[in-house]
């Protein structure tokens, strides 16, 4: 192996190794290792990992928006919240693709400003998607902690929803805002083509790639998590205390909330601490970068599979919001019977008595949300 190869198999932002992240004594007649062993193996499990999240993702989210749209109308800041991150994580899972092409053929076939769309969507909708896990934490709290309040307070926030909303998205423009200006299509070693971030128009790019990586740690992470850890731990404690026999299961229900944010998110920083921390550091082991790109690839994945769970843990699993999506089944299978057997009618008598009992479910306790229906 030349050490021109060399160099380009170790440097290969496709694998998720920018040439940014090189220790500053690594040069093209220098290189310490190859890392083809880890392109070969995402060049086969990214694309069929992004390929069945980005499915699994669209259908659940799908399901969401339609139950929202002709179903059930948003009347909590806990609903307003869960349509936003349905919508946010169907505009990220529409990315994955791109991505799964990119891993498969091992270059960015795509234009320079598809580049910047694409890691753009990629990086907002991902960080709004974790600022909507905190507000929805923030707003279980008022509503069960603080429930001789929750009802002026929350009425309030809801008249404003449009506002908070628009807030998270514009925190999540800003934060990503690297992204899109740093981010371009260029061809490395003069070989393949890549999309990734390139900081050679600035003073300090290692200054600039360590912002980047704090906002996303910051917002992405550890805001999120300190929120859902303080609201959860009194919610827990409230429904403890609280005389209900829903409560063991809204427990429940909250531990796995909890437990699979963590799951899902905290391989996926760490291996982003870990960049941070050797950014810039000289003379790297060649078996530490093979494993941490191995462990990138893996641990992103599973941060990516949160797109699939949120609407089975904020909203399917509710009673109402299961309720609701049979009722989709049912019509859906209603208005195909009607399609392919002419005369076909559905029986009038369950429907009516099925929009009866929901508009009664609707109007119970609304506070309760998706934690405790």
Not at 283 to 294: N, T, V
Request: net charge positive.
């Amino acid at each position: 192996m030349n050490s021109t190869e060399g160099y380009e198999e170790y440097s290969d932002s496709i694998l998720s190794v920018s040439p940014d992240d090189l220790p500053l004594s690594v040069s093209p007649d220098d290189a310490p290792c190859s890392l083809k062993e880890v392109r070969e193996f995402t060049r086969v499990f990214v694309p069929i990992a992004y390929s069945l999240i980005c499915v699994f993702g669209l259908l659940g989210n799908i399901m969401v928006v339609i139950t929202f749209a002709f179903y059930k109308k948003a009347r909590s800041m806990t609903d307003v919240y869960l349509l936003n991150m349905a919508i946010t994580d169907i505009l990220f899972v529409l990315t994955l693709p791109f991505w799964a092409v990119t891993h498969a053929t091992g270059t960015w076939v795509f234009s320079n400003s598809l580049c910047k769309l694409m890691k753009g969507i990629y990086a907002v909708n991902f960080n709004c998607g974790m600022l909507l896990l905190a507000c929805i934490s923030l707003d279980r709290y008022i509503a069960i902690v603080q429930a001789t309040k929750s009802f002026r307070v929350r009425s309030r926030t809801l008249a404003h929803s449009k506002v908070i909303c628009l807030a998270v998205w514009a925190i999540s423009v800003f934060i990503s805002s690297p992204t899109f200006i740093f981010n371009k299509k260029y061809r490395f070693q003069g070989r393949i083509e890549v999309c990734e971030p390139q900081y050679k128009s600035v003073s300090e790019p290692i200054a600039w790639k360590l912002l980047g990586l704090g906002l996303e740690l910051l917002f992405g992470f550890f805001t999120p998590l300190l929120f859902m850890v303080f609201c959860y731990l009194f919610i827990v404690k409230t429904l403890v205390q609280a005389q209900n026999s829903k409560r063991h299961r809204a427990i429940r229900v909250v531990i796995a909330v909890v437990l699979v944010f963590l799951a899902c998110q905290i391989p996926h920083n760490v291996v982003l601490l870990m960049t941070a921390v050797n950014t810039g550091k000289m003379d790297r082991p060649c078996s530490g970068e093979i494993r941490l790109a191995y462990a990138r690839n893996v641990a992103e994945v599973l941060a990516f599979l949160h797109c699939c769970l949120n609407p089975v843990l904020y909203a399917f699993i509710g009673q109402k919001f299961r309720n609701y999506f049979v009722k989709i089944m049912k019509d859906v299978w209603c208005a195909r019977r009607k399609n392919k057997v002419p005369g076909f009618l559905c029986a009038r008598a369950y429907s009516e008595s099925y929009a009866s009992r929901q508009t009664s479910e609707i109007m119970d306790n609304d506070n309760a949300s998706s934690f405790t229906m």
